[in-house]
């Protein structure tokens, strides 16, 4: 049965995992999100499922390519060869050596090897790959290239547990959406963007009130929204740039551009049903004082014109929390999502 090994954003399995389920429905056989305890992970066992072609022919369906046109929350989709123990550099080489690589790399065709390392070794991830890469070369006799590999292959050791697998997603992340031609410098992965969508259940008017290049609104009209989709930033910089990218990925009359500022929200819109928002950081912004302030006017403005969800991210916890019960919303549910490295705090309010 076909294995995959996902990877997505770490505090965000669960949705994606969902999300999941519903793209391939009863072809999932199983689904468990970070498993052996690593974040960003889900392990997928499949059935094998088939089409009909236009001549009536059996064809099988290829997991991989539904779910990389179809998933919104996924960064890589790895097909695995192979999971098992190895705790030293002899056992990764032998149990390389069992894998039937062969199968996957056409003859002359170029390989690269990624590797990863989750625990204490002895060794470092360069070692893995170079040992992985010695035994598929010697088996297949294909070509090195590890700048523009045709076939990239993924070595994780995590703790003693060892997985080898095709990496069908390339070496750019699906979060890198081809639209973004305005690179904002702390824009939302397009993954997160979706998953906060999806915690918002959007309805009725949604906006974006610090909307930056755009992603959170761009992410949701692509979805096929159907209601009027606001995106309120207050420089004129980032605002053109989201119009840019809303261009770029075609859904540039679906969404309403306002330039201005989210603390005065009410002058905008006298009515919203759903607010998503990625908050701007002190560390962004380099302004680290002026946040509780600027958090604590915002939730103001929100009280007056909010009749529904609210889902927001910040690192800036303390002030957030603040601002959230000062203006008498509830908390609805809380977690913490991986960002640029940072642990960023997420919160769904009424
Ligand atoms: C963290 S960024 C949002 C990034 C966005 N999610 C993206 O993917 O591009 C926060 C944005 O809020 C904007 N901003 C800061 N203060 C604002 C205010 N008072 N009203 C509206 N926008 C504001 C900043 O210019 C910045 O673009």
Redesign the pocket.
Known sequence: MPKFLLTTAQGIEDIAAKEIERILSDLVLKIKIRPWGIEGRILLETKEGYYLDEKGKKRPISIGEVLTKNSRTLHRIISLLTVSRARNLEEIENVTREVDIEAYLKEKESFGVRAERFGSHEFRSVDIARVVGRIIQEKTKAPVNLDHPAVIIRAELIGDIFILGVDITGDHSLHRRPWRVYD?P???KASI?NALIELSKPEGIFA?????????PIELALRGYKNRIIC????RK?LTG?KMNAIAAGVFDKIEFVL????KLSKYVEEVNTVV?????GL??GKKGMIPK?YSE?FSELSKVLNGRGVFITTEKNAIEKAIEEHGFKILEKRIIGHGGLDVHCYVIR
């Open positions: 904002h702390a824009h939302l963007a974006d009130p610090f909307c930056g290049s755009g992603t959170i309120l930033e207050k420089f980032h989201a201005g500022d989210a603390t928002s990625n908050l701007p950081y962004k912004i600027l915002f």
